[in-house]
């Protein structure tokens, strides 16, 4: 495979990371209702996102409600917030510096310049990997914690949702995509840089003509 298809499938997987990161931030399933002891039945589901939390009843009628205050939600919730507001914008600036930098575009001339900017355009999937991970990684941990703590009560625990999962998923989708963008710019640009050849210099013979091997 050559690296302008390795650079292009780069560029396809943090694409598809990046819309996982906006699916996840606006799906209300980061918490679930857990159907344990006295919830096995229940005739309603809870779900609680960054932005809303709605109740499902059992025939299929869904009310949701968005946070009324801000400063009144947990820290996990509001990091949450800004962080996959931030990871949205800046897989945006990934998208348009790998375009601008891409070997299937013509921005800007080949050369340092060019590979440079691609692999900054990687860096910054990279970086939105890391930095949604974080949010996803706090609220499967407070998840865990009050599922197996038995002072909460039962009717409180939750489970994790649809929404960690995808926003996992769409964690590797751009850690991958950024690490082959970056990889194939970088063997890009040691291709690129060809050997100095010398050669030496004539001497003339004894009966004052060059020899013939320094033309070879």
Known sequence: MTSA????????????GWVGVILACGLPMWQVSAFIDVNIVVAQTIWEGLWMN????????????????ILALPAEVQAGRALTVIVALLGLVALMVTVVGAQCTNCIRPGKMKSRIVIAGGAIYILCGVLVLIPLCWFANIVISDFYDPTVPSSQKREMGAALYIGWAATALLLFGGCLICCCSCSQRDESSFPVKYSAPRRPTSNGEYDKKNYV
Request: one cysteine or more; hydrophobic letters at 45%.
């Open 5 to 16: 298809a390795v650079e292009i499938l780069g560029l396809g997987l943090g694409i598809l």
């Open 54 to 69: 709605c109740v499902v009843q059992s025939t299929g009628q869904m009310q949701c409600k968005v946070y009324d205050s």
